[in-house]
């Protein structure tokens, strides 16, 4: 059974920091891409960042400079550090795993960001 347990959001003032982590379990972690979503209230979901299995990383512009993606093959976790946080970067934040046609999600956690 695949699972994706995300933890770290909560209330954080602006210009704050906040490290989120995805824990996956029931498949081979490094193979696959992994992602980080959020969805503000009354939004569509959006795409934030992205690790490929080689390491490479990917940002949305809007969070370029501020966030950072990470992974840690030994744990089948990744991050995301962010930094210089504004209140339009209040969402629920989720986590997605890519691996050819299977994806898997995390049922995301709360980020609130309070001016």
């Known amino acids: 059974q695949v699972q994706l347990v995300e933890s770290g959001g909560g209330l954080v003032q602006a210009g704050g920091s906040l490290r989120l982590s995805c824990v996956a379990s029931?498949?081979?972690?490094?193979?696959?891409?992994m992602q980080w979503y959020r969805q503000a209230p009354g939004k569509q979901r959006e795409f934030v960042a992205v690790?490929?299995?080689?390491?490479?990383?990917n940002y949305a512009d809007s969070v370029k400079g501020r966030f950072t993606i990470s992974r840690d093959n030994a744990k089948n976790t990744v991050y995301l550090q962010m930094n210089s946080l504004k209140p339009e970067d209040t969402a629920v934040y989720s986590c997605?795993?890519?691996?050819?046609?299977?994806?898997?999600w995390g049922q995301g956690t709360q980020v609130t960001v309070s001016s």
């Open positions: 690790i490929a299995s080689d390491g490479s990383t």
């Open positions: 029931g498949i081979r972690f490094s193979n696959y891409l």
């Open positions: 997605k795993s890519t691996w050819y046609s299977l994806n898997y």
